[in-house]
């Protein structure tokens, strides 16, 4: 982590402790509540099983978003059975981005007062 | 500038929406500007067509004939205004409805027109010119670094380290400041529509902290205006 001089004060204080149940202590639990919440269905028990390994795996990775970024709430979300490339095929799309050098560019507005 | 704003306290926002398992976040956050500029040119609000954009616009980006709107495949928000702009507008929600495929032809139906652009352009990265353009102008289609995205659940994202490098579009429609108690200070906060549904984030909504670029979310901003036309 890169941590610039203006903000090094925000990292004196980090959160040690947590009265959440850990969802990776029971995982099989979770992606039960997940199925249900969110009306998931798996073709067959290959399905299933990837679907549930990756599930875990998000579960990891949301313990890591956590630590990362301790102002917001991280979990399981309807993309939890997804793996990061699957996500970013399925719902992001963005195009890369070259603006062209005659782009309009908004006028500055007045920020004062 | 206000210390806080939130277009969804004016009318300027219509209810989140979803894009289902398709790549057409860049039309959602294109039809979330203008239906915001529309308002403020008309006084109302109309939820617009995003399948139009997904079917009709092909529109090429003018530095790279390779990266062209494609449906489901991914998008610019800029190509979709310069779409806009030369189609004459977009059409209401309820008249070209979204099918959340790239599978359909175009339908479009000039004469049922309901929103048209101006004229739109680039904001620059300084975050008080974005907050002014977003009061002035009304909700601003932005680019983001998703990969904090698919964990969200609530509060206010400020993570220590994230990418740059963008590939999802958002509609930016406010900013506010909340007490972080991590940080035991106020932390300023953009507020971000996006088109994952209301059972994704603090109902459909994102907050993302301000100040230092945080995922790219100040690199590409965009505001546009809207000139009124009677729907038939």
Known sequence: SIVSPDESDDLLIRQVVSDGEDPLLNPEHHFLSFKKRFGKHYANPEEHALRFGVFKSNLRRAKRHQKLDPSAVHGITQFADLTPAEFRRSYLGLRPLRLPSDAHKAPILPTND | ?232
């Not at chain 2, 209810?15 to 308002?39: D, H, I, P, Y």
């Not at chain 2, 040119?41 to 003018?62: F, N």
């Not at chain 2, 489901?72 to 008249?95: H, I, V, W």
């Not at chain 2, 549904?197 to 100040?211: A, V």
Request: charged share 20%; with cysteine.
């Open chain 2, 1 to 232: 500038l206000p210390t806080d704003f939130d277009w969804r306290d004016h009318g300027a926002v219509t209810a989140v929406k979803n894009q289902g398992s398709c790549g057409s976040c860049w039309s959602f956050s294109t039809t979330g500007a203008l239906e915001g500029a529309n308002f403020l040119a008309t006084g109302k609000l109309v939820s617009l067509s995003e399948q139009q954009l997904v079917d009709c616009d092909h529109e090429c980006d003018p530095e790279d004939a390779r990266s062209c709107d494609s449906g489901c495949n991914g998008g610019l928000m800029n190509s979709a205004f310069e779409y806009t702009l030369k189609a004459g507008g977009l059409q209401r929600e309820e008249d070209y409805p979204y099918t959340g495929t790239d599978r359909g032809t175009c339908k479009f139906d000039k004469t049922k027109i309901a929103a048209s652009v101006a004229n739109f352009s680039v904001v620059s990265l300084d975050e008080d010119q974005i907050a002014a353009n977003v009061v002035k102008n009304g909700p601003l289609a932005v680019a983001i670094n998703a990969v904090f995205m698919q964990t969200y659940m609530g509060g206010v994202s400020c993570p220590y380290i994230c990418s740059k490098r963008l590939d999802h579009g958002v509609l930016l429609v406010g900013y506010g400041e909340g007490y972080a108690p991590i940080r035991m200070k106020e932390k300023p906060y953009w507020i971000i529509k996006n088109s994952w549904g209301e059972s994704w984030g603090e109902n459909g909504f994102y907050k993302i902290c301000r100040g230092r670029n945080i995922c790219g979310v100040d690199s590409m901003v965009s505001t546009v205006a809207a000139i009124h036309t009677h729907s038939q």
